[in-house]
Nanobody
Framework: QVQLVESGGGLVQPGGSLRLSCVASGSIFSIYSMCWYRQAPGKQREAVATITSGGVTNYADSVKGRFTISRDNAKNTVYLQMNSLKPEDTAVYYC?????????WGQGTQVTVSS
């Protein structure tokens, strides 16, 4: 079992920045691929950024060049640095830990981009 706790969400103006954190406990963090998803009202949950156990990253086209995912295995933490935020980035952001036959979710953190 893996428990995930996200933090760092909030209200920010367009063009601003936020850094989300997700702390994992309960298992060996380093073996999991970590992914940030988001879900806006009335929309399906979508993958935003992924980092594998080996550190390979991948991003949705909508956030490339603005968001950066990173992980600190010593702290059992994955981060999502979000810059140049847009109103369309408004959503609940979820942390996911995955490996074959296993997938775990955090409770989510709200990000609102509005002036």
């Amino acid at each position: 079992q893996v428990q995930l706790v996200e933090s760092g969400g909030g209200l920010v103006q367009p063009g601003g920045s936020l850094r989300l954190s997700c702390v994992a406990s309960g298992s060996i963090f380093s073996i999991y691929s970590m992914c940030w998803y988001r879900q806006a009202p009335g929309k399906q949950r979508e993958a935003v950024a992924t980092i594998t156990s080996g550190g390979v990253t991948n991003y949705a086209d909508s956030v490339k060049g603005r968001f950066t995912i990173s992980r600190d295995n010593a702290k059992n933490t994955v981060y999502l640095q979000m810059n140049s935020l847009k109103p369309e980035d408004t959503a609940v952001y979820y942390c996911n830990a995955a490996r074959p036959l296993r997938s775990y979710w955090g409770q989510g953190t709200q990000v609102t981009v509005s002036s």
